[in-house]
């Protein structure tokens, strides 16, 4: 079975600096993908970024970007430069690609405060 | 991307009845699922949606409370059944393609049984 946990429930940034959100997982099987998606208050979920676990680059899409540490099953998602539409709740996910098994399996979630 | 389009976006009803919520996705999919979204919680997966056969359920979530249908490889509905006040949640379809292994999701629809 796959677990992901979020330990910071919530956090708080100024516009235009840099935030760091947690993320672990376990899981034991040795192809998976990871996942942030953002749940802004219109509910939509939102994929952010996605690591392929068998890459060792950290991925990167403009602003966000991971860090991903597959030994230490970890999986951070930064944010530089944060702007107030990023305001949101953001939740790791985790997918494992073996077999027919394509369950997507969730954090509780950080709630991302962005303040002007 | 996978455009996914979920109706209805919300609705309140009374307690023991049943709402049906639609999922029409713009191409055909593999592999369709439904989560539940309680108040402030995260995502947990109800069930998925098979084409051609029963819906395969997670522990805790039973086909006479949440029955599915899955028609064909663009469509599937999730019916919540005899609601009650507990029901009141968010509800969302999501479709992933094996391919690039991304998974879309539909808009949600907030439940809320009065």
């Known amino acids: 079975a796959q677990t992901v946990t979020q330990s910071q429930p919530e956090m708080s940034v100024q516009e235009a600096e840099t935030v760091t959100l947690s993320c672990t997982y376990d899981t034991s099987e040795n192809n998976y993908y990871l996942f942030w998606y953002k749940q802004p208050p219109s509910r939509q979920m939102i994929l952010v970024i996605r690591?392929?676990?068998?890459?060792?680059q950290n991925a990167t899409e403009n602003r966000f970007s991971v860090n991903f540490q597959k030994a230490a099953k970890s999986f951070s998602l930064k944010i530089s430069d944060s702007q107030l539409g990023d305001t949101a709740m953001y939740f790791c996910a985790s997918l494992n690609s073996g077999g027919s098994n394509y369950k997507l399996t969730f954090g509780k979630g950080t709630l991302l405060t962005v303040n002007p | 991307s996978a455009v996914i389009s979920q109706k209805p976006s919300r609705d309140i009803c009374q307690r023991g009845t049943s709402l049906t919520i639609q999922c029409q996705v713009d191409?055909?999919?593999?592999?369709m699922f439904w989560y539940r979204q309680q108040p402030g919680q995260s995502l947990t997966l109800i069930a998925t949606a098979n084409q051609g056969s029963e819906a395969t359920y997670e522990s805790g979530f039973v086909i006479d409370k949440f029955p599915i249908s899955r028609p064909n490889l663009t469509f599937s509905t999730l019916t919540v059944s005899n609601m009650s006040p507990e029901d009141s949640s968010i509800y969302l379809c999501?479709?992933?393609?094996?391919?690039?292994?991304?998974?879309?999701f539909g808009q949600g629809t907030r439940l809320t049984v009065v």
């Open positions: 191409s055909q999919v593999t592999m």
């Open positions: 690591q392929e676990a068998y890459k060792q």
């Open positions: 999501s479709v992933v393609r094996p391919l690039n292994t991304e998974a879309f």
